[in-house]
């Protein structure tokens, strides 16, 4: 017995000694850029480790000339990621994580260009990430519940739609804080800004909204709210001040047989001093979405089943054969060229394709999981 | 290829045909309680039985740590979830049985393995490959079959374990048992609670800064019951209870800093059975009754899901008996319902009926087993899925075994019902098939016993979700795979140690072309390892009433994304592990200390996912017999 007690007193010093090898880390400190003159200050770092990067010393210009593709990653596994296409045709993946040695997030949605920086919203991870335009180098963050888009909407101001809080969330572009938040309909997503007043569709979020929430961007109060067809998912303003917005349509089944039981069609609906005053409507079925327009405000283009259509926006009917025949994800505008993406199997990396307005292939990249949007400079 | 080189050199020992153990007392050295479907069609099979308490495992170790240490199979861990792939299969196609009753959920297909604790079961046994015509869907990868602990011994037991260990884990549980010649009788209640709060690099926050995962708790307990009575020299009557418990924080990947993500999940399942023996004839009357209790909530995201469903299985199956020639016949008949808030139709409900065959002839050298089997679904089109298994021993030291069979996965009630968050079932689905090639032999070398297989596996119209075009996500069947690979084990064993070794090659491609921009073709699957390495060493130190035991398992690198250029990898990585156990000499009390991951190994099974590092481990067990 004693000998046994022996063994035990042996093995629990053992225990013990091995358990105090564990480290106490509470309290860690935050490595960072703690100097507010640096571009990539972190008000969140506690501790300078040396990363500080001022205007001289930073890489300035690598990305002007050419444009971003958002890619959204797969969702669950944060590996959402920019791509930079330069003019000559080279392109360069994840560049963010590349710069910074950090991937962006989850699910990154979209990013806007606001004065020098970049504000890049990464829906599921809850957050916009603001980093240098010319550098990619990270400046802050900003948290926001499910983001989907950012515009600027006057000198010192940005509306962010937020599918979690059914809101406009108002971001103050001189600190990067949220200092508002204004209540919209269910799954706010496009914001579309013309003669002070911002134009949002309540796409539905995965349910059904029909409206567009009008807001006054000086006062930040809600002036009107408009109905339009179903799930309004995108709108453009044209040359002469009209609002064009694209809603995808609804599906109902019936719950046994599966069939369709009620089905709100597509339509383009233009809004003219905030009165729906012209309505075109898809084929049912059809769901079309991500409305753009060309730089002389007259062109719309959009994707329905895939494929591009074009619109003027003086025209009757909707054009019933593609312009460009595919199986886009996403579709971008930019400087006389229509782009798409190909997103493959929604697992792997995707393609970005660049087309002249009349629908002829120029170039074929290979991007980031899910290309998902596209962002000029 | 270096790991492999090494391998072959350990493995390629001078052979030597004077051996002191025959093949077949040391490859079958189980008692078999009661028949049971797989006891009589594993001719051919590539089976790895786990046997429990042979390696100490005295712990409440999860079922898919135990897997992920003692096997070659990779462990897939991200959320609430925890999924083996085998044979380069995806984890839905791996089929978990409990007393030959269905443990994956009917609304996806899924067996979480995360929160069982192992040592609720004493014996697991692993049969690769798939084995869909004796145990039908899902089972394409492999079927994992999980029993309780069952003697005629004529002992009562009580076991009265409790377990303390680092990051907030707690474990109580009480066993007992009492059998005769003519009856077994045991009981197990189990609790466990393991706050999960360990530290981790977050490295996709600049700074790397060290953080605590403060959300991913779980809360789990389990009651079970057994008991078999010989009613006399004819009759046994059997019934089984084995409720379990969930709830739990499902934790997200590292990118994102919050979450509100809950599961809870309690399932309830038992059965009854009778068996009736003539002289040369066996009946076997069964009936099982599944219900399952599912409940996913964030309401962050405006997410509140649940499901309860309920499944009944009727299996009645004739042995007859004659010389060296055996038939079984059983007739299988399943009602699903289910009752699930995302589903078109809130409750839906379907049959099958299926008739599995089996002809088996035993000759002293060769065994052959030739299974059929058909079933009738309600909604679609099932297969015939054969199978011919055959074994031959060359002496008393060789055997060689192959096994060719058809295995199948049906869609499951979410691939055809589901409708929310953007996505929509399809009724129009078919099963996913697959056919499985292998070729293995089993070699006796004095105290070595050698296992090999080679395999190859196909799979057709593999079900995969993909938006359409109006972006809606969708289940089609639209993908091959084919899987090829070898699998080897090693094991030694002498009166003071035994030491056990597997090495794992798996090429598992996909062979489906979507379009010209697809870089996926001809690739390795995503998360599926080419080689996986494992260690097992256990010591004995009868003279303290002792046992040391390390383990080390090498996982390689996997792939998590396909590029043009360049493909993105997770790192390979390895983990050891250190168990002492420990019997006093004058009170029947075990005691057991493990670490878990000895090297404090900063590593990812699924991208983005952090998981713990060192981990003390300490259980008290008190047994009297």
Redesign the interface.
């Known amino acids: 017995m004693k000998k046994c007690i022996k063994k035990l007193l042996t093995i629990s010093i053992l225990i013990g000694l091995i358990s105090s090898c564990q480290k106490d880390r509470s309290n860690p400190e935050i490595g960072g850029c703690t100097d507010i003159n640096a571009i990539n200050y972190d008000s969140l770092a506690t501790i300078n480790d040396g990363t500080c990067l001022y205007e001289d010393t930073a890489i300035v210009g690598l990305y002007d000339n050419g444009y971003f593709v958002t890619n959204e990653g797969n969702f669950g596994s944060g590996n959402g990621s920019i791509t930079f296409i330069s003019d000559d045709g080279s392109v360069a993946n994840n560049v963010y994580e590349s710069t910074n040695g950090v991937p962006l997030g989850d699910v990154v949605q979209s990013m806007s260009i606001i004065g020098e920086d970049a504000y890049i919203v990464v829906n599921n991870s809850n957050k916009i990430v603001v980093a240098s335009k010319d550098s990619m180098i990270h400046i802050t963050e900003i948290s926001i519940s499910q983001p989907r888009y950012i515009s600027q909407v006057s000198d010192n101001k940005a509306y962010v739609t937020s599918w979690g809080n059914n809101s406009i969330e108002v971001i103050d572009l001189t600190t990067n804080t949220v200092t508002n938040s204004i209540p919209c309909g269910v799954g706010p997503e496009s914001i579309t800004v013309n003669n002070g007043l911002a134009y949002v569709t309540n796409v539905g979020g995965w349910g059904l909204d029909n409206t567009v929430t009008v807001i006054d961007v000086a006062s930040d109060n809600v002036v009107n709210t408009i109905n339009v067809g179903d799930k309004p998912n995108s709108a453009q303003v044209d040359a002469s001040g009209n609002i064009w917005v694209l809603c995808g349509g609804y599906t109902e089944y019936d719950p046994v047989t599966w069939a369709v039981v009620s089905q709100t069609q597509g339509s383009l609906v233009k809004i003219s001093n905030d009165v729906v005053v012209d309505s075109y409507t898809f084929n049912t079925g059809d769901s079309p979405k991500n409305l753009l327009i060309d730089d002389y405000g007259t062109m719309l283009y959009y994707l329905s089943g895939g494929s591009v259509f074009s619109f003027n926006n003086t025209a009757s009917t909707l054009d019933s054969t593609a312009l460009i025949s595919d199986s886009f994800y996403r579709i971008g505008y930019n400087d006389n060229k229509i782009y798409g993406t190909d997103a493959v199997d929604y697992t792997q990396a995707g393609y970005s394709k660049e087309y002249s307005t009349s629908g002829v292939l120029v170039n074929t990249y290979n991007v980031g999981i899910i290309p998902g949007g596209y962002c000029f400079n | 290829m270096r790991v492999y080189i090494l391998y072959i050199i350990i493995v390629l020992l001078p052979y030597n045909l004077i051996a002191q153990n025959s093949i077949d007392t040391i490859l079958l050295p189980e008692v078999v309680l009661e028949e049971t479907r797989l006891s009589e069609n594993k001719i051919g099979c590539s089976i790895d039985v786990l046997n429990q308490k042979v390696i100490g495992a005295t712990n409440t170790q999860s079922f898919s740590d135990f897997l992920s240490f003692n096997s070659s199979y990779y462990v897939k861990r991200?959320?609430a979830l925890s999924t083996p792939t085998f044979r380069g299969t995806t984890s839905s196609h791996t089929l978990v049985l409990w007393n030959e009753v269905p443990v994956n959920s009917i609304a996806n297909g899924l067996a979480d393995l995360s929160i069982l604790p192992i040592n609720s079961f004493n014996k697991t046994t692993i049969v690769n490959g798939g084995d869909a015509s004796v145990f039908g869907s899902g089972s394409i990868g492999a079927t994992i079959h999980i029993n309780p602990m069952l003697n005629f011994s004529n002992e009562n037991e009580l076991n009265i374990a409790y377990e303390i260990g680092?990051f907030g884990l707690e474990s109580k549980s009480i066993f007992y048992s009492k059998s005769s010649q003519k009856i077994s009788l045991s009981a197990f209640i189990h609790s466990l609670i393991d706050k999960n709060n360990f530290?981790f690099t977050n490295?996709?926050?600049?700074?790397?800064?060290?953080?605590t995962s403060s959300y991913g708790a779980i809360v789990s307990s389990q009651k079970q019951i057994n008991l078999i009575l010989k009613l006399n020299r004819r009759n046994m009557f059997s019934f089984s209870y084995w409720g379990l418990d969930n709830d739990r924080e499902v934790p997200?990947?590292?990118?994102?800093?919050?979450s509100d993500a809950k599961q809870y999940d309690k399932s309830d399942r038992v059965f009854a059975a009778l068996t009736h023996t003539t002289n040369n004839l066996k009946f076997k009357l069964k009936h099982s009754y599944l219900k399952e209790d599912f409940n996913y909530t964030e309401f962050?995201?405006?997410i509140d899901s649940y499901y309860i469903a309920e499944t009944s299985i009727s299996d009645f199956n004739i042995k007859l008996n004659n010389n060296n020639k055996t038939f079984n016949i059983g007739a299988i008949l399943t009602n699903n319902t289910i009752l699930n808030n995302n589903y078109?139709?809130?409750k839906t409900d379907d049959q099958n009926f299926a008739i599995v065959s089996s002809f088996k002839i035993n000759k002293k050298l060769s065994k052959t087993n030739l299974i059929v089997r058909k079933e009738w679904h309600s909604l679609y089109e099932v297969p015939l899925v054969p199978t011919l298994g055959y074994e031959r021993k060359i002496d008393n030291n060789i055997r060689l075994r192959s096994k060719i069979n058809r295995n199948f996965r049906a869609p499951t009630f979410n691939d055809r019902y589901w409708?929310?968050?953007?996505s929509?079932g399809n009724?129009d689905l078919l099963p996913e098939t697959a056919w499985n090639k292998e070729l293995g032999i089993d070699l006796i070398y004095k105290d070595f016993i050698f296992h090999s297989t080679i395999y190859s596996l196909d799979i057709e119209d593999m079900i995969?979700w993909?938006?359409n075009?109006?972006?809606?996500w969708q289940p089609i069947n639209n993908k091959k795979v084919w899987s090829r690979g070898i699998e080897n084990k090693l094991k030694y064993k002498s009166n003071k140690y035994t030491l056990e070794t597997s090495y794992t090659y798996t090429k598992s491609t996909n062979e489906k072309k979507?379009?010209a921009?697809?870089?996926?073709y001809q690739k390795q699957l995503?998360y599926i390892p080419l080689q996986k390495l494992s260690f097992l060493f256990i010591y004995k130190l009868p003279e303290?009433k002792s046992q040391i035991i390390f383990g080390y398992v090498y996982n390689d690198q996997v792939l998590?994304?396909?590029?043009?250029?360049n493909d993105?990898y997770l790192d390979g990585f390895s983990l050891s592990n250190l168990t002492?156990n420990?019997e006093?000499?004058?009170l029947p009390i075990y005691?057991s200390?493990k670490?878990n991951n000895l090297m404090d190994t900063s590593y990812q099974t699924?991208?983005?996912y952090p998981n713990p590092g060192?981990e003390?481990l300490?259980t008290i067990n008190y047994n009297i017999k």
């Open positions: 991200y959320g680092s530290k490295t996709t926050v600049i700074g790397f800064p060290e953080q997200q990947n590292m990118t994102i800093s919050f962050s995201k405006n078109l139709s809130t409708i929310s968050g953007g929509i009724l995969v993909q938006p075009d109006n972006n809606i979507l379009s921009l697809d870089n996926s995503l303290i998590t994304s396909y590029n043009s250029s993105k002492f420990k006093l000499n004058n005691i200390f670490i699924y991208e983005n060192r003390y300490l």
